[in-house]
Antibody
Framework: QLHLQESGPGLVKPSETLSLSCTVS??????????WAWIRQSPGKGLEWIAN???????YYNPSLESRVTISVDTSKDQFFLRLTSVTATDTAIYYC????????????????WGQGTLVTVSS | DIQMTQSPSSLSASVGDRVIITCQAS??????LNWYQQKPGKAPKLLIY???SLEAGVPSRFSGSGSGTHFTFTISSLQPEDIATYYC????????FGPGTKVDLK
């Protein structure tokens, strides 16, 4: 059973960079049919997909955030990461990491496992 | 961008009631739709994928239907543990969530 756990600072200053890690356990991050994703939730914008990455390093980004976001993966540690630059108060949210299941020969994508989430507040 | 809307935004129902939530996409998304349940202070949980397939371990009182732009999520007999917010999510083009429907007990 996959388990995901977010970690990182809970407070980031405006204009600085938000950096989060997600540790995957209960299965390898290199498992086929799985991508790894970041999703955030704020009162103002609800649930918002940010980005996802495959263990090979291929990435997809939300166009509305793409200019500020980098998602990456470290297969040796079963971890993946989020960097969000030039943050403002509107980036205050609960950030979730999740597994994105993509069965072979299927058009299906679904976020089947989620971390507990970590609250990141942007404030000076 | 594909926009998702849900109705109602909230509802109150009694234990045993049939609960129906609708989700509408701004363009045809075939059956590329999932449903999630989120309880307060918890992460969302996948209930239904591909519009109508029940995720393993999810009670059969939950079901989904629809295709194209109009989708329905049903709880056949509401239980106290079903009090939560429910979200639809499209994956036809990238990923977008609906605004959610909050379900509470009457």
């Amino acid at each position: 059973q996959l388990h995901l756990q977010e970690s990182g600072p809970g407070l980031v200053k405006p204009s600085e960079t938000l950096s989060l890690s997600c540790t995957v356990s209960g299965g390898s991050i290199t498992r086929s049919s799985y991508y790894w994703a970041w999703i955030r939730q704020s009162p103002g914008k609800g649930l918002e997909w940010i980005a996802n990455v495959y263990y090979s390093g291929s990435t997809y980004y939300n166009p509305s955030l793409e200019s500020r976001v980098t998602i990456s993966v470290d297969t040796s540690k079963d971890q993946f990461f989020l960097r969000l630059t030039s943050v403002t108060a509107t980036d205050t949210a609960i950030y979730y990491c999740a597994s994105l299941r993509r069965p072979p020969q299927s058009s299906s994508w679904n976020f089947d496992r989620w971390g507990q989430g970590t609250l990141v507040t942007v404030s000076s | 961008d594909i926009q998702m809307t849900q109705s109602p935004s909230s509802l109150s129902a009694s234990v045993g009631d049939r609960v129906i939530i609708t989700c509408q996409a701004s363009q045809d998304i075939s059956n590329f739709l999932n449903w999630y349940q989120q309880k307060p202070g918890k992460a969302p949980k996948l209930l239904i994928y591909d519009a109508s397939s029940l995720e393993a371990g999810v009670p059969s009182r939950f079901s989904g239907s629809g295709s194209g732009t109009h989708f329905t999520f049903t709880i056949s007999s509401l239980q106290p543990e079903d009090i939560a917010t429910y979200y639809c999510q499209q994956f036809e083009k990238l990923f977008t969530f609906g605004p959610g429907t909050k379900v509470d007990l009457k």
